[in-house]
């Protein structure tokens, strides 16, 4: 049996505790819940944004610290994260994301504390983030990154393709390897849905929204059919986005950000929630989809290959032609197959990426931690 983590104090720090975190906030959101229910004392740190307030409630009860940013916030400066970290007399922190300044307070709470601390990239490492951003990148990696990846007690990946990634840029090659965990799984298989895809997320450029819309336009499909597209992002690329989905007519509905039931209801009523992305570390959206019975269509870039394996998802490329065939192929499944998806969805779920699989994972690796245990690689 794992060994116990009740009554551990256990930090989580995040550049955003908020909607604009993304996949990354609800990551944060599901590690607290999970702290909880394991008797640990879970406090999340991160940087005062625009929506922090709001989003507050979703972490129920767990304390969070909202920290004021000084200068630019693409950088995340902030002149007392450092203190209100030593003053909540953590036994362990975890950092999730890398590449703003909370990764330089994480390292320096562990040099005053003496205590450990867990970086988890959440995807931040993958070859087409790196790309992006070359120079700012570099300040970063000698500012601060490579002396927080050194000091910290582990790295983790969500997938031994991010595992491999880690190694590259950090020249660490003892990654542990635990996925996200999605939300509980629906009691039984849905009935046949009208023919509808959803995409849920961030609105930016490598979830390749254009070519999913230009696929989506170029396919062959059923009378009446839907594509809702749900999702936050800069001003711009939503911006871009309105005008695509204006120009490919009514089937194509853009809603803009939803949360909660209103996202359950979105998935519930979706045959497939849809993922053409560039670059992802392990999505929650997927994830999620999955729970309500969901099936997906992904690219080999959301790193979920029991998805492929198990039948629970169908890979649909990345560029418009290929994104465009596999929605032929999809609106194409029969009832009774579509129903086995559904069911090899509900099953990963319940198994590979249940909460209390995940749960368990976590607690040994913070138990190994704060007891200075060596490292040892979580498989999945």
């Not at 390292?107 to 087409?128: F, I, K, N």
Request: glycine share 10%; charged share 20%; net charge positive.
């Amino acid at each position: 049996m794992t060994a116990s983590i009740a009554g551990l104090r256990i930090g989580l720090l995040t550049a955003s505790a908020s909607r604009l975190g993304g996949g990354v906030f609800e990551a944060v959101v599901a590690q607290a819940a999970m702290l909880k229910v394991l008797g640990a004392e879970p406090h999340v740190f991160a940087l005062a944004d625009a929506y922090c307030a709001s989003d507050r409630d979703r972490f129920g009860e767990v304390p969070v610290t909202h920290c004021k940013v000084a200068g630019p916030a693409q950088v995340g400066f902030s002149l007392g994260m450092v203190a209100e970290l030593m003053r909540a007399k953590l036994d362990c922190l975890h950092l999730h994301g890398i590449w703003m300044y909370p990764s330089a307070a994480a390292a320096r709470w562990g040099r005053l504390s003496g205590q450990p601390y867990v970086v988890s990239p959440h995807g931040m490492l993958d070859p087409w983030i790196t790309g992006r951003g070359r120079w700012k990148k570099a300040i970063a990696r000698a500012g601060y990154e490579r002396a927080s990846w050194q000091g910290a007690w582990g790295l983790h990946a969500l997938t031994r393709r991010e595992a491999a990634d880690i190694a590259v840029e950090s020249g660490r090659a003892d990654s542990i390897v635990i996925p996200n965990a999605g939300p509980p799984a629906a009691q039984a298989a849905r009935s046949f849905p009208e023919p509808c895809m959803a995409y849920i997320g961030r609105i930016h450029a490598k979830k390749n929204l254009s070519a999913l819309i230009g696929g989506w336009t170029a396919a062959g499909r059923p009378a009446g059919s839907q594509l809702v597209i749900a999702g936050w992002g800069d001003d711009r690329d939503v911006s871009i986005l309105r005008q695509e989905v204006a120009a490919a007519g009514p089937s194509v509905r853009f809603v803009g950000p939803i949360f909660g039931e209103e996202k359950n209801r979105l998935l519930s009523s979706a045959r497939f929630a849809v993922l053409p992305s560039l670059s992802e570390g392990l999505p929650m959206a997927v994830l999620e989809g999955w729970a309500c019975g969901t099936p997906a269509l992904m690219t080999q870039a959301c790193n979920l290959p029991e998805g492929l394996e198990r039948g629970a998802a169908l890979e649909c490329g990345m560029d418009a032609a290929q994104i465009a065939c596999v929605i032929e192929a999809a609106f194409a499944i029969e009832a009774s197959e579509w129903t086995a998806m559904s069911r090899a969805a509900l099953g990963l779920a319940r198994t590979n990426f249940s909460r209390e699989v995940v749960a368990q994972q976590w607690s040994g690796a913070y138990r190994a931690a704060v007891s200075g245990l060596a490292l040892q690689r979580t498989a999945r």
